[in-house]
């Protein structure tokens, strides 16, 4: 609700799985995801939707140990923004995503 309210388009899944549905249906600019998912990790996803072409990824996570933020960073997320969060540092984030083409 918080990005709504900020003018964003968002899209939501629960699941990695569903997740993957999203992103062929959406082919989003920009993935927020936490570390934790139901089937799968966050890194398994951006893992899998990375062959698709490049995306800006966010890990937001419960997950905050230097092993987690390294994992976040060598499978090619931007950020690892660790819960509970100020959303300040979610706003620093999203506006270092760089600006497409529409």
Do not use: N
Not at 13 to 29: Q, S
Not at 59 to 85: M, N, Q
């Amino acid at each position: 609700m918080y990005l709504e309210m900020q003018g964003y388009d968002v899209r939501m899944a629960a699941t990695k799985k569903e997740a993957l549905v999203l992103f062929a249906e959406h082919r989003p600019h920009v993935l927020i995801s936490d570390v934790g998912l139901p089937d799968g990790t966050g890194w398994d996803l951006l893992h899998e939707i990375q062959g698709c072409g490049p995306i800006y990824a966010i890990a937001l996570t419960g997950l905050g140990g230097g092993v987690d933020r390294l994992t976040s960073e060598s499978v090619g997320f931007h950020h690892h923004i660790t819960k509970p969060f100020d959303p300040a540092e979610l706003d620093r984030a999203l506006q270092a995503v760089p600006r497409t083409a529409d």
